[in-house]
């Protein structure tokens, strides 16, 4: 009887304890949800040699907690994600387990479209370079990310070359080469794209590597002429015509692309195609589209 009596205790006590708990976990506000993480070294320690599993779930907890978070929004309930308890929560992640692909692909989509935090999220992605050695997607972001939101071209340009040469797509090769036409390094992309040229299998990728290349010829060629008119004149040539009169060049270059090339106002070698194959506007009879 006695015991009867005990365990009913227990039994109200628990019901008692329980319902306000439940009650209280439910309308926490979501963002206290991610919760708070021990420092990387902690977590090492820790998680010894299940680092890596130990990364992998706490990706799964920040997807978690994000994708709740969307949804609210989505539900027109607004709440304010906890950016820095994430972000912090990725580089503990990294710490534990460079490898974790999952968590440079967020860092990427969330921290450089949502907030603008593009040094934070390359030096990342630098880490992960590192250890990822066989992955292009690493340096492709680097590259996207330095040329889009950076407008460092010649940083852009190594890492695009990177990511093309690891995966051999043809899309990074182009990018690739034309950063290296925004930086003003023809040369350089010259050497990468002679690179790509001889070892395309496919006769179409290697013909596009080609049209890419003689566009960059033409634009150290012109590049050549106006350093030249430079050190000669101490001064910068305002036009293409200015250096087919001095001699410098004995023809104006053609653009593979259809357009024609000249000068901006700092003297930079640009192209009104912008080194782009433009769609044809009319088929072989001439007839435009819609007609």
């Not at 994000?66 to 994430?86: A, C, T």
């Not at 969330?110 to 992605?125: C, H, K």
Request: charged fraction near 20%.
């Amino acid at each position: 009887m006695n015991k009867r009596l005990f365990f009913g205790v227990l039994l109200v006590i628990y019901v008692l304890l329980i319902i306000p708990f439940v009650n209280l976990q439910k309308n926490r506000p979501i963002e206290v949800k991610l919760g708070y993480l021990p420092h990387a070294q902690v977590l090492k320690v820790i998680s010894g040699e299940h680092r890596s599993s130990v990364a992998g779930m706490l990706v799964m907890r920040v997807l978690f907690y994000f994708g709740s978070i969307l949804q609210k929004f989505q539900d027109n309930v607004i709440v304010s994600p906890e950016f820095l308890n994430m972000y912090r929560t990725i580089r503990s992640i990294v710490a534990l387990d460079p490898y974790n692909m999952d968590s440079y692909y967020f860092a990427q989509s969330v921290f450089t479209w949502d907030l603008g935090r593009v040094q934070e999220v390359n030096a990342l992605l630098e880490q992960g370079a590192k250890y990822r050695t066989w992955d292009p997607y690493i340096p492709f972001y680097l590259g996207f990310n330095y040329s889009y939101f950076l407008k460092d071209y010649t940083k852009a340009a190594e890492y695009m070359q990177s990511a093309a040469e690891l995966s051999g797509n043809p899309l990074y090769a182009q990018l690739a080469a034309r950063y290296f036409y925004e930086s003003e390094q023809a040369a350089l992309g010259l050497a990468f794209l002679e690179t790509m040229i001889n070892n395309a299998r496919d006769k179409t990728v290697r013909r596009n590597y080609e049209l890419r290349r003689d566009a960059l010829l033409a634009t150290l060629a012109i590049e050549r002429a106006r350093d030249a008119y430079r050190e000669r004149y101490g001064a910068m040539p305002i036009d293409l015509e200015q250096l087919l009169n001095f001699g410098l060049l004995s023809a104006a270059p053609d653009d593979p692309y259809g357009g024609s090339f000249y000068l901006d106002e700092r003297g930079r070698v640009r192209t009104t195609s912008e080194l782009i194959q433009h769609e044809s506007m009319s088929d072989e009879n001439g007839n435009a589209y819609g007609d």
